[in-house]
């Protein structure tokens, strides 16, 4: 099992910058796809960015495409969500997850194909 650990949220303004970081337990990080997810009030919980094992394929939603940018330290057990030029739409609580998968080169923009999740850092962004 894996547990999650979310941290970095903040609140920050229009044009600012901040870096979400994800910690996680156990021994067999580099073994999970990672993913950045966000819900806003009232609003579902939709796909940031992803990450494969190896970080050698990462994906980026359109919304947050070239202002955020997903990476990881297998040797930290750490995967982090680097967010610049932020916008008041971009206020959310931001979640983690990790997919178990024995390809190195999948990532998952789909939620429902996430294994384990974090609780949460809140992300404020004021105009």
């Known amino acids: 099992q894996v547990q999650l650990v979310e941290s970095g949220g903040g609140l920050v303004q229009a044009g600012g910058s901040l870096r979400l970081s994800c910690a996680a337990s156990?021994?067999?990080?580099?073994?999970?796809?990672m993913g950045w997810f966000r819900q806003a009030p009232g609003k579902e919980r939709e796909f940031v960015a992803a990450?494969?094992?190896?970080?050698?394929?990462?994906y980026a939603a359109d919304s947050v495409k070239g202002r955020f940018t997903i990476s990881r330290d297998n040797d930290k057990n750490t995967v982090y969500l680097q967010m610049n030029s932020l916008k008041p739409e971009d206020t959310a609580v931001y979640y983690c997850?990790?997919?178990?998968?024995?390809?190195?080169?999948?990532?998952?923009?789909?939620?429902?194909?996430?294994?384990?999740w974090g609780q949460g850092t809140q992300v404020t962004v004021s105009s």
């Open positions: 156990g021994r067999t990080f580099s073994e999970y796809a």
């Open positions: 997850a990790a997919k178990r998968t024995y390809v190195y080169g999948n990532l998952y923009s789909n939620q429902y194909e996430y294994d384990y």
């Open positions: 990450i494969s094992r190896s970080s050698s394929r990462t």
